[in-house]
């Protein structure tokens, strides 16, 4: 009876999210369509089509991965859609933080795996340009979550490896012209120098380390801030 009612419980938490994903389209009745469940989709093809590990003579023809580019842009463009919806249109229609962080989590799982897919060598080019294109729609609408729905985006959720990679690439760009400003500073106290240094190469070196968007963004301003001192 205990474990009933708790899990009835968790369903009854569930259902604002699991009706938010009905929508009423006219003269059509009711239509099963949200951004998770396009995005679930898209992780179902990911994992199946598109994995390097499968054998799929579709990625040799140009036609059918144009098609599969075209269906990603118009899936990134109705998500949106949905989301400003759902998030603005209809403020009383479900738990707005919840909602955000369940198509969050799904967008940086799939960001995850196509990285993961575009390190496998060797690669054809169809495949390398389908893993590209996709990453750039799926990164796209995590960065217009962000922007927009800023008040409800878990900041200390992982960043996902692809973004984490490009930001890795510039954040080491500028550790090297802190320390060219650093060493015409005879002033520069050495000490408190290093410690700052050593905590940004700790980033840059950690593989298995979980970087969350919290502490990436602590580092960036850390260095802005840095490099505008006189």
Do not use: C
Request: net charge negative.
């Amino acid at each position: 009876m205990e474990a009933y009612m708790k899990m009835n419980s968790i369903t009854t938490k569930q259902l604002p999210l699991l009706f938010s994903q009905w929508r009423v389209i006219r003269d059509q009745g009711l239509k099963s369509s949200s951004p998770s469940m396009i995005l679930d989709k898209w992780n179902t093809i990911i994992n199946g089509r598109l994995n390097p590990l499968n054998t799929n003579d579709d990625l040799s023809d140009e036609e059918a991965v144009q098609l599969v580019i075209n269906e990603s842009e118009e899936d990134q463009q109705t998500i949106r859609s949905m989301l400003i919806e759902d998030l603005i249109e209809k403020p009383n229609v479900m738990d707005k933080e919840q909602y955000v962080k369940v198509n969050q989590t799904l967008l940086i799982r799939i960001l995850d795996n196509l990285f993961a897919y575009s390190q496998i060598k060797p690669l054809n080019e169809n495949s390398l340009l389908l893993y590209n294109t996709i990453s750039q729609h799926l990164q796209s609408t995590l960065d217009f979550v962000e922007d927009f729905f800023n008040n409800y985006f878990d900041h200390n959720e992982k960043v996902p490896d692809p973004y984490l990679n490009i930001a890795k690439e510039n954040i080491k760009k500028q550790v090297k012209q802190l320390k060219h400003n650093v060493s015409k500073q005879v002033s520069t106290d050495s000490f408190l120098t290093n410690i700052v240094l050593h905590s940004i190469q700790d980033l840059l070196g950690a593989e298995s380390m979980v970087i969350t968007y919290s502490r990436l963004s602590y580092h960036k301003i850390l260095l802005n801030e840095l490099l505008s001192q006189k």
